[in-house]
Every structure is written in structure tokens, then in C-alpha cells.
């Protein structure tokens, strides 16, 4: 990307690749408020019973529209890059970050519920409820919003959509570290543990073996959507903390890492679109599921099965 170096160290892009920022970010504001807010009505309107699942969606749609609404703003801070951090720019990055790393613990949260449905079902019944799942929204709500307060007042900033950190140590990276690679490991086994476990589940007929399919890959998709849009940003993020600490501090880190952050950044964006998307055939699926496990031809299977897929 053909980009230059403000005299502030601010990173000043190309009109080429600001009209497809602008394009691309557009697109995602579209999108992301009708398909958020048509989940929301869902949810909220249109759906008779409250569930485990439908208080974490629900938390998810909510923190996908937050992060969608403060797009408008992180492209105003781009078209008017400052050399110094303004109050403005300080509350835009903070409900984007806040959103995003939200985003990411509840998607960890849902995993860890399906997780123990499917693999401690005599415990779920203990362990899960509506009341217990919306307890832990709040608690997540509460420990991203205190983390990224700590961050700002401490002055560690991650050099995001709205300026240029000129210093880099690892202080920088604990965030990204604690807020999405621990809940990756989380995810990936909770989400191994399931699929085994749900291909491990005797069929009792071939209605029971499609639905049970069908949940396989919509686990597989929420991980491989999951890895696909988080993981370059942070891998970024990571790399830029060593680099950071040899360039010089007029100018900022090296274009090209500029150029990764950028992109990876528009890249994990795109997430509370395709969680949208999600929000249906997660639902869909796992209720399928559940409806052919409880069949009154698969009394046998009944007792273990319909707690194994009960995941909505």
C-alpha cells in the first residue's frame, strides 16, 4: 500500500485505499446494523423461551452493534489523522475495543457452554441456566470494560484506528495476549471436545445422524470464522511489539506492518457481520438436533442425547 509518514508519526494512506477503506467500512455499517438489529428483534420479540444460548446471542448481537456503531467514528478520526490522542478518538477506540474483545469472550462463553452440555450433560443441568448465563454476560461485560479502563489510564495504547503508538513494549501486547489467545485455547478445545463427542453419539436412525452433522459443522464454522477473522489482527499485534521497540519514534512503525495492521484490523471488523449470520443456523441447527434426539423413537437414546445436543 502506498502510504507516507505524517510529520506527527501518523500514518496518511493512499486515496485509493482510503475510498476502499470507506467502501468496505460503508458496507459493514449496512450490513452489520440491519443483520444486529434484525437479531435483536428476534430475540427479544419473536422468541418465546429464554435459553443459555439465546442470552449469550443476544449479549453477542448487542456488543456486534455497539462495534458497528462506532465505525462511523473511527473513519472520522481517519479523515482527520492529529498528532496528539483527543477525547473524541479516545471514546471511539474504547467502545470499538471494548466491543471487540466482548465479542470474543462471549463467543468463549458459548463454547464453554456447549461444551459442558454436551460432555458433562448430568452437570449441565446444575451448571446451566438462563440466570447463570446472563450472570456471566455481565461479568464479562464488566471485566473488558474495567481491563481497557486500566489500559487507558495507565497510557498503554495499541496504536489501532486512531493513532500511532510511538513506543512499543510488552506491556502493550498483555492485552491481545490475555483477551484473545486465551479464550483461542478455550475455544479450540472446548470445540474439538464437542465434535468428538457428538461423532462418538450412537444414531438412532438417519434423522438423528443429518442433524447431528449439521451441529458438527456449524461448530466447525464458528471456529474457523472465529480464527479467520481474530487471528492475523493479533498476530500482528504480537510481531509489532518487537519491531516497534528498533524503529525510530518520528515515524512510527514500518509501513508494511502499518499496512498488516490495517488490513487484518478491516479484516476482524467483518466478524459482527458473520456473527449475524450465525445467529441462525447456530440455533437452527442445534434445535434440529434436539428435536430428533427427543423423537419418541429415539426414547433409548433420550435420556443422554437430548442433554448432549440441548445447546439452545
Known amino acids: 500500500m502506498n502510504d507516507t509518514c505524517g510529520p506527527s508519526g501518523v500514518p496518511v494512506w493512499s486515496p485509493a485505499v482510503t475510498h476502499v477503506l470507506y467502501s468496505y467500512t460503508g458496507a459493514l455499517l449496512v450490513l452489520g446494523l440491519l443483520l444486529n438489529g434484525l437479531a435483536l428483534w428476534v430475540f427479544c420479540c419473536r422468541m418465546q423461551r429464554w435459553t443459555e444460548t439465546r442470552v449469550y446471542m443476544t449479549n453477542l448481537a448487542v456488543a456486534d452493534l455497539c462495534l458497528v456503531c462506532s465505525l462511523p467514528f473511527m473513519l472520522y478520526t481517519l479523515q482527520h489523522p492529529a498528532g496528539v490522542d483527543t477525547l473524541f478518538c479516545q471514546l471511539s477506540q474504547a467502545v470499538y475495543l471494548t466491543n471487540r474483545y466482548l465479542s470474543i469472550s462471549l463467543v468463549m462463553a458459548i463454547a464453554v457452554d456447549r461444551y459442558v452440555a454436551v460432555k458433562h450433560p448430568l452437570c449441565a443441568r446444575r451448571l446451566r ?68 463427542a457428538l461423532a462418538r453419539r450412537p444414531a438412532s436412525g438417519p434423522a438423528q445422524a443429518k442433524a447431528t452433522l449439521k451441529a458438527t459443522r456449524m461448530v466447525w464454522a464458528n471456529l474457523v470464522v472465529f480464527v479467520v477473522c481474530f487471528l492475523p ?61 427427543a423423537d419418541p423413537g429415539a426414547k433409548a437414546h433420550r435420556g443422554q442425547d437430548s442433554l448432549c445436543v440441548s445447546l439452545v
Not at 159 to 167: A, L, P
Not at 184 to 192: D, M, Q
Open 129 to 196: 441456566s438462563p440466570q447463570q448465563a446472563a450472570a456471566v454476560c455481565a461479568v464479562l461485560w464488566v471485566l473488558v470494560t474495567v481491563f481497557l479502563g486500566l489500559r487507558w489510564f495507565l497510557g498503554v495504547q495499541e496504536g489501532g484506528f486512531c493513532f500511532t503508538s510511538r513506543s512499543r513494549n510488552f506491556s502493550t501486547v498483555v492485552f491481545p495476549l490475555l483477551g484473545f489467545y486465551l479464550p483461542l485455547a478455550v475455544l479450540v478445545f472446548c470445540s474439538l471436545q464437542v465434535v468428538t
Open 233 to 293: 489482527l493479533h498476530v500482528v499485534l504480537t510481531v509489532q511489539v518487537p519491531v516497534g521497540l528498533h524503529v525510530h519514534p518520528g515515524c512510527g512503525i514500518p509501513a508494511a506492518l502499518r499496512s498488516a495492521l490495517l488490513v487484518t484490523s478491516k479484516l476482524s471488523d467483518a466478524n459482527c457481520c458473520l456473527d449475524a449470520v450465525c445467529y441462525y443456523y447456530m440455533a437452527k441447527e442445534f434445535q434440529e438436533a434436539y428435536a430428533v434426539a
